[in-house]
């Protein structure tokens, strides 16, 4: 009995070892991260990158996705379109099984043929509304609120600080991306039904110098309230620039790329809100638990940065649904019928979701406001409709 007990002990292990080898011994999931490491988006997205290498490289250290390990292959791209139209021709001519990307809406816009016609997801939080609706881009994912809803939270926040906008008029500072102009043109397309106009829409480059003439030209028209669509960078010059030329009472109200703590402190105004697609992670202690001495665990309040994390997060789950033989293809079809994902830790306000009509995931905002030295929420998050 003693040598069958041995025997099976024995055959066990070698069973044990045998399985734990072939785990090791699977193919790595390969994914393309394409992120704005460089150029004048690199303060706002290059953290997006940064957060979603962070999540993939605990889900590595923890083993894998079923024993498989997650490849990135990353790739910088200098936020110019010109420079990620050679990356996605790279990236497609032997493709991953997913792509992330954290650039310029623009950069995707210039390159739509070549993201329409891949054959596997891109997962992204800049995307083009155009490929989102009326219906979807069957391989575009978008990981952050949409143009049009970033649009709705804007008016639902002007609405719940000035109440109905009816015959009054809004103004607007925004970056020139194509991102912003769709912004831009679903809040004018919501005026018209709501019956408030965009008195003055000021558009600007990156990397701007001064602002302080179109903030002039913002304050002439006394708006019931500002909408600033800005990077990190520009934020704190465009907004104070519009509060000194007299928009001190009326809400300054800014959108997900200018809601980091460290820019509410640079503002410092009673009158400046913003929204949040998610929590910042330094906020969430099981996140920061979870980087502490990790080389990623740079720039994690900036919100961008959970963005990425979520994104990474949204794709291992789906990895692990799609299971053995998943393809990229099939990855599209996992992510479209997966139902809600639950974001853990609190870090998202609600779930991510995604059908075959509808790749916007997210469905809420939480906005915030500078209040005695420090960022607070204002009121309850906001429920954004899909179109």
């Avoid at 292990?13 to 785990?23: M, P």
């Avoid at 049009?148 to 970056?175: H, I, N, P, R, Y």
């Avoid at 005026?191 to 558009?203: D, H, L, N, S, Y």
């Amino acid at each position: 009995m003693r040598h069958i007990v041995c025997a099976a002990l024995a055959a066990s292990t070698i069973l044990a070892v045998s399985a734990t080898a072939f785990a090791q011994s699977k193919a790595p999931y390969r994914v393309a991260l394409i992120a704005a490491k460089t150029g004048v988006l690199a303060t706002v997205l290059g953290p997006a990158g940064t957060g979603f290498e962070a999540y993939i490289d605990t889900v590595n250290k923890a083993g894998g996705i079923d024993g498989r390990q997650i490849k990135l292959d990353l790739l910088d791209e200098q936020s110019t379109p010109a420079v990620a139209n050679g990356l996605f021709q790279r990236v497609l001519s032997d493709p991953p099984i997913a792509m992330a990307f954290f650039g310029q809406s623009t950069s995707q816009t210039q390159s739509r043929q070549l993201l329409e016609n891949a054959e596997l997801p891109v997962l992204t939080v800049t995307a083009d509304d155009s490929f989102l609706y009326p219906k979807p881009t069957r391989t575009m994912f978008q990981l952050n609120v949409s143009a049009t809803q970033q649009a709705q939270a804007f008016v639902a926040m002007a609405e719940a600080k000035v109440g109905d906008l009816k015959g009054k008029t809004v103004a607007t500072a925004s970056v020139q991306t194509t991102f912003s102009d769709a912004i831009i043109k679903a809040i004018e397309e919501i005026g018209k039904q709501k019956g408030f106009t965009v008195a003055t829409a000021e558009r600007f480059p990156a990397g701007i110098p001064s602002f302080a003439s179109q903030g002039a030209k913002i304050a002439r028209e006394a708006p019931a309230a500002v909408f600033v669509l800005s990077g990190n960078a520009d934020g704190p010059l465009v907004i104070k620039a519009i509060s000194d030329a007299g928009v001190t009472a009326a809400p300054i109200i800014g959108y997900v790329s200018i809601s980091s703590n460290e820019l509410f402190q640079k503002v410092a105004l009673p009158n400046y809100y913003a929204f949040r697609s998610s929590n910042v992670a330094t906020d969430i202690p099981a996140v920061v638990e979870a980087m502490k001495g990790s080389p990623y665990a740079a720039d994690m309040g900036n919100t961008w940065w959970a963005s990425g994390w979520i994104t990474a997060y949204t794709l291992t789950e789906a990895l692990k649904t799609c299971g053995e033989g998943c393809t990229g293809e099939k990855l599209i079809d996992t992510l479209e019928t997966a139902g809600p994902v639950e974001i853990p830790d609190g870090l998202l306000f609600g779930p991510v979701h995604f059908t075959a009509d509808n790749h916007a995931g997210l469905s809420k905002v939480q906005g915030y406001k500078w209040d005695g030295g420090k960022v607070v929420a204002d009121g309850e998050p906001v429920q954004m409709g899909s179109d």
